[in-house]
């Protein structure tokens, strides 16, 4: 089915997965609504619990899915992801919502609906996988907010955008509206334990009065091997941070990522005495969030870790990657790229001695279930190489110390339907060795080259003032 609107794609039933959207204002649209909303939720854990209201609590089911928007646009109905990837034709979520008006977008979760247990997000990969002899009627689209209707954006609270959904969508089945209910605490606490704990939900989304929306799930609890650690510069002794591993089956470790929540000095000076010891020269250059870069360790202490969430898609609408390490002969050496969830809120619980490495002790099947399909997990980046566009480098000294400032554009070559990589990349690097924090980063992205011209354009405008000296 050609249309302007959409480009490419794969075939998915009697409809078509993985198009592009030729609207990148609309993509600029959607992608903004989940900036915004993302920073309004916070993770919740039962510990926490006594920090929430004790009434007024607007309460549905969290699913585990991905977002996703049904959009209404140019008399086409279809829907679309962040980073403007399409799902469109003749589906059965889609035949639902041919009665939804013109220029009104729909935000909600997507997900496969499986029998005998709840459904997870690699389900949905599977499904859209699948391609013409998919299943589609296993498709589902449940509707949670509401961002434009009939070409008006919908800012009010959210009760009123959640009563206008509810006009809007009155189907059930593939497509149906989030059932939200408000309860005081006692009751939320009752659903909690009785559907939460037992594993028949992932978990739920609270929503206040105030726009906070909180996550309320179980925690998570990992044993992982410490890879690396930083130190605290004014207290060299004191760990700052630390690099967390997971062992595959063939014995190579996969960086989970970084836990700075450690406890008091004296938890951290005693890590950090242990960590001295198992230091190793490593050829891998690896910087913390802080923009520290971390030294490497023997792959010998064990611990545990508690985080509120793990998270495989990233705001942008693509999976997190990490790489995969090998530690042989007293050295560190980096494999391949592989996507993996990253730990949200880490804190370390206690060091396990009673815990080995090996790929049962800190084996990566303990996020098995946040992990994407096996065939889907490996990056393959040595197909394509990514194409340097621009690169420019500026320095100012201040007081005997060398500032430097750095732009790179590039062009991935990677991008495509079910991907990692954006078309093009924009990376700004500002080092003042005079700072708390001397290295700080930022990263953009864009879908085509003009874009990602007046991005460069615009960062070099902001940043490049007199006295630095274009190298």
Known sequence: MANKLFKGGKPFAKGMVGA??????????????????????????????????????????????????????????????????VIYGDIPILAQAKSIPENTIIAGELFAQVEGRRSRVGDLAALLAEGGG??????????????RNTGKSVDGPYNQRYEELNQLITTSGPLSVVRSEEMDRAKLLTKFESEVVKGEI????????????????????????VIAYTTRSDQAGLARSILLGLMHSSGEIQILGGCGNLG???????????LEKLKVDAPIRYASDSGSLYSFVKPELVVEVKV??????????????TMILSYKKDSWSSGRLSQCPRPIHPVLVRVRDDKKVNDVDIRIDQIAGYMPKAKDAELKVETAKSEILRREVWTKETKGAVAVRKLLVWKTNKNGFNSSYPAYVVHWTDYSPGRASPLDRDVKLAPDEKTATKIANALVEENIKKGWVKI
């Open 20 to 85: 592009e959207l030729n609207e990148l204002d609309l993509v600029d649209f959607i992608s903004a609504y989940r900036r915004r909303v993302a920073g309004n939720y916070r993770p919740l854990l039962l510990d926490d619990f006594g920090a929430l209201p004790t009434s007024g609590l607007l309460v549905s089911t969290k699913i585990d899915g991905e977002l996703w928007f049904l959009v209404s646009y140019q008399k086409e109905v279809f829907l679309t992801n962040t980073r403007g990837v």
């Open 134 to 147: 998919a299943e589609d009627q296993k498709l589902f689209f449940a509707a949670f907010d509401l961002l």
């Open 202 to 225: 992932e978990g739920l989304v609270i929503r206040l009065p105030s726009g906070l929306i909180y996550k309320l799930k179980p925690s998570i609890t990992i044993d992982a091997v």
């Open 264 to 274: 008091s000095d004296i938890d951290r000076s005693a890590l950090g005495k242990q």
């Open 308 to 321: 509120t969430d793990l998270q495989l898609e990233r705001a942008d609408g693509t999976n997190a990657a």
